[in-house]
């Protein structure tokens, strides 16, 4: 069984006042609260709660009184009168057992409200969060630039270079800082979009810088809810099978009675009447057989919704580990490259090295830092996929 795997916010550093950083977990949290969606649906199950209890109420006690304008017309010994149905046959555990049925199909369609809003909110804050590293990265590579443009100004100023590469370092300076515009920009609109989809526009959002959605470590396909729907919807029609056989059973009847009005000295006395249909005509029948084939019809798309569910789930944990792999892999590319580019620095600020040196290093630091964005990304949608395709809900959703 699948162990609840809380979505982490691994740092929480200061903060502007008038923001709150957030973690994956917290996003689900806003939604639940805020998002109409999962109201309703926990709705339905209430919906479906207060019918089941309906129909394993036991059957009402009747009460009757009346009389006529003549004592030789009317009900006769039916003038007062209790009557209580005895449920010997079965009856009310059948109905019990729809409706209990019945919650099940509302709670497996709550699960799949609540896993189809987790896949879109965590998408979104995936996306969010690679924005803001985008947005780290550029600037940090605005700095990289400005402090490439002052050396070469220097250097330029000493005589040492041609007005060219200043003119090239300027280039590279301005480009610099269109793109950290540009990713600050992005990174805005992200948290914006965000949300919207938790349904909160009180305060600006801002996403932990890194904050990870963690993969499950056993990943199952019991809890998903397109299959939880499929067996809800068998057990109803097992259950309509049983209480359609089940109609066509006697009925058994306690009644107390009291005398005609007109009678003189009134007396009560006791009756138990049973009575059954002893022909319908093949209605109970059929119905039976309706039910019993949509049962039976309902299975076999479980049986392939399941088959499809395990392809599913051994494809998506290989994306994962390759995801994964990739993400470690330019880790170290990127700690080449930041070595690189300190050593094209140093060596370009003492003399030995070249602009070009500089600029190459840097292009290239741009490169993998961005391409490492993007596999974490990747990384994040591939984890997302494997909450899918097991029907992982967080707690904060349940």
Known sequence: MIKPIYLLLLSSSTVAAAQTQISANDALNLAAKNRPALASAKLRIAEAQA?????????????????SSRSDLGATDQDLYLSQDIDLFRRRRTEKNLGSAGVRLAQAEYWSASTALQTEVLSAFAGTVAAKHQRDVATELQTVADAVFAATKRRFDEGKIAEIQVIRA?????????????????????????AGLLGTASEPIDVAPDATIEPLASPEIDARPDLRELKAKVAMADAETASVRVGNHPEFNLQLLRSPWGDGRGYLAGRAQLTWRIFDYGRSRNEADAAKLRAQATQREFEDARLRATKELEAVQGELEIRRSRVGEYEKILASAKDLVNRAQKGFTEGFGTQIDVLEATRALREVEEELVEARYQLSLAVIAQYRATGFLAEVLK
């Open 51 to 67: 019918s089941a209890r309906a129909r394993a109420a036991y059957s009402p006690l009747e009460f009757g009184i009346g009389a």
């Open 170 to 194: 300027t280039i590279e300076r301005d480009r610099a800082r269109q793109q950290a515009d540009l990713r600050a920009a992005e990174y805005r609109a992200s948290t914006q979009r965000l």
